[in-house]
Structures are given as C-alpha cells and as structure tokens.
C-alpha cells in the first residue's frame, strides 16, 4: 500500500483499537470478520484485466477504515448487495463497499487505486441498462446506504447525497412547492441520471437534470474530495454534466429548484395499432412547436399473446391550467382514441407511476438512439417493421426533447445533442429464464433499419457492446476537452464502467 494510504489506515485504526467495545470491536470491521486462523485472500482483477490478489490484512484495513460493510462472497448481505435491477447482470464482484460517506469511498477508491487499479463499479440505483454498475471480480462502491436530500426553501436550493434515488428528491422537495427536474422512475439512483444527461416529466420546461445542477462534490481517482462549480474546478464541473462517471464518484449534488404546482395534468392516451401512421405524424408535426409545459412521450406496444397493439402518448401538462383544453386538443385530433386517461395527478405520485413496469427489472434488450425529425421514411419503417411476438412485449418509446433543453448550447456542458426532437428506444421484453436468442435477433434486424436515422445515443441507454469510437463520435466535438478532463482527474482510467473516455497521458 501506498505510504499515505498507510498512514491514514494506521491512525483509523489506533484510534478505533482506545474505544471501549464491551463485546468486541463491532464497528471495526463491519461485516466483515476475519477468521481465527488469519484473514482470507481474496483473488481479483483490475480494470485492464490483470489477476491481482487482495491479501487479508489488507481487506481488514480498510474494513477498518469505513463506517459502512465491507461485504466478501461469504458474507450476509452480499447476495442481495451484488445484485442491480436487471437480473440477466448475474456478476460477482471480490468485494462490496457499501459507503455511508464522502470518507468511505474516499477509502474506497483508495483501495482500489493502490491495489493494481481493480476494475471498479459504482452502484447507485442499479438501473445500469448496461450492467455497468457491477462486475465480475473487482470492487463494487455501493452508494445505496448514502442517501439523503436537504432542501434550503429560501435560496431554492437541494443538497443531494451520491446515492439518493429520484423518488427522495421528489418527496423532498415537492414539500415546499419547489422541483428540479428529474427521470420518470422513483427508484432511479440520481447519481447516474444526473450525470449522464436526465430527461424527465419537467425537462422541456427547464432542462435536464443535469443543466439544473449547480455544484458537485467529487472523489477523483487519487483520493481527493473534490468541489466543483463555476468558479472552483470549472472543467470537471463542465464533465460531470454529461460525461457520466468518468472522473470520480460524485457524492453530492447541488441542484436549483422551481415552484411547480403540486397536481399536474398527465395519463395515457392511446388508438389502435391501426392508426400508428397517425399517431406518428401528429408526433412528428406538434411534439417540435409543443409548449415547453407539454412533455409529450411516443410510445407503440405490442403485448405478449391476448393484449391489443396501440399506439399514442404518455402526456404531462405542467403549465398554466388555462391553456391546458388547447395544448392537449391536438392529441384528441384522430377520433376516439381506446384509451384517454389524462386527468389531474399528484406529481411525486405521478413519478412512482412507472416504478413496477419498468423493463430494466425483466429480461430486456434495448437499441436507442436520438432522432432530429420524425420524418416520412422513418415512419415507414417504424409502421411496416414493428413486428410483436406471442412471447414478449415489444415497445417502441420516443423520449421528447426540446425546449429548454435545446436552448442550451452544445459545449455549454459535456452534453452534445441539444438539436434533437427525441431518444427514441426500442426494447424487447420477456420472461426471465427464457430463451432471448430469438427476441434479441428481431430487434437488432429492426434496429438495422431505424439507426441511420438516428444521430448519436443518450450515454445513459448505453448498449453493453459499444467501442471507444463510438463514445467519441458520440460526445461529438466536446469529446477532445472530455480526454482533457478525464487526463487531469483520472489518467489511469480507474473509472472505466461508462461511456468511456479513455485518457491519453
């Protein structure tokens, strides 16, 4: 281990052994205990692959060092702990840390640097959709026991802890009549969201998560505790705002907040399968000169065997009530639809909407991509390829963009598409422990078809097979000040499970 990292451990350590633990050392080593013939070790890799040992006395240390578990293979806890929202990511990191602190995973990512630069996740709200939140054999930081909002009404201001999920922030917030924009899922972890991008219900009316983001705390890759704003660390401020997780691990979030009104119009509305050219030219003609009160979501679905194939919108109305009747009048426009479910709703209610159908938490394979238009041979495509099956479910989604979101400019943080109309998602859905060969086959022929219409992906929807190519084409001309940042904060690319910027020096 590295002097300073020994040093700090010595003196944890010193100090612990003068308590009085009447029944031992409970906290010392939280759940992890060594056994009476000596502490175990523990086989691993880093992050380029090498095999590298984890020695026991090493483990204890930093056990030592946390207030939070250490979690080893053997431990309670460590089957529930390993596990992300999609189960068909069945890895097994050497350790867990599950942090309760900026001084836990200060350890954390001290451990992992001086033992070879193990191959390190950070784990949040799990939603990963490319399991990059787990790994095979490396170190976990698990943020799950981090979690905590405090909002100051006055400056109109929330502190968010690294491992807060969504519905927290909400709940929280939503007390005072004030909001930031976040996803449409509870129990998304906001670490991932926030810093990948985060398009939700509000972010046409004032941008994505990430553009309401004021200062970050951050734990680079040597250790530091980090604060980053404006004036303090500008460059790592500008690439944690959209450059994922690529510099550190983020342990707090300052974010502005916005009076909103507590009940907001929002619901379904859906036509027959029948009518999706329909629906897709109204989406195409509205959804770029729709309010930015009006967050307007596409989606075409067809149901496993005995459900009906529609097509329509996901809507939420946040503006002034007096003009709902017109902004929502167009959607209406082709007749009867089969179902019309937009009515008043609580907003935070209206956020835990989606939690329990969310496709991440089945068996699921998704292709996304953004779209500038929703033009004449993109719905011919989209109409005479969308093919169900009696087996899974089959969803097309179109996630709006525009509005505030486009009003910022391309370099103004690491986030590039500021032009684009949409993220349009497809994913395949089936029961867990079937067979995906052929469900997956039909999207990616699918896929084929709709991807040269599609400019660059959301790094939040990253496919698990993507090379580095493909992330620097994505973050388009940012991505040269991206390897800058990426140079200075983690040049030995500890951080590497995300659209991954890969350093130069």
Known sequence: MKRRTFLRSSMAAAAAATLPFPQGRPRLFGLYRPPSGGSPDVPAVTGDGREVTLRGGDLADLAARIRGRILLAQDDGYEEARRILNPSFDRRPALIAQVTGAADVRAAVDFARDNGGLLTAVKCGGHSLSGKSTCDRGIMIDLSTFRGVHVDPIRRRARVAGGTLLGQVDHETMSHGLVTPMGTVSHTGAGGLVTGGGFGRLARRWGLSLDNVTAVDVVTADGSFVRANQEEHPDLFWGVRGGGGNFGVVTSFEFQLHPLERRVLAGPIFYPMARAREVLTLYGDYAPVAPDGLQLDLIMVRPPAGGEAMAGFAVCYSGPAGQADGVLAPLRSLGTPMVDGIQGVDYVALQRSGDTDDPRAQGTYTKSGFIEA?????????????????????????????????????????????????NLLCFVDWPFGQDPTEHVRWIQAFWQGVEPHTQGFYVNDLEEAHSADDVGLNYQRNHQRLVAVKNRYDPANLFRLNANVIPTV
């Open 374 to 422: 929703m033009t004449p041979e993109l719905m011919r495509i989209l109409v005479n390829t969308f093919q169900g099956h009696p087996q899974r479910a089959t969803v097309l989604f179109a996630q709006h963009s525009g509005g505030a979101i486009n009003r910022v400019l391309p370099d103004a943080t690491a986030f590039p598409q500021r032009n684009v109309l949409a």
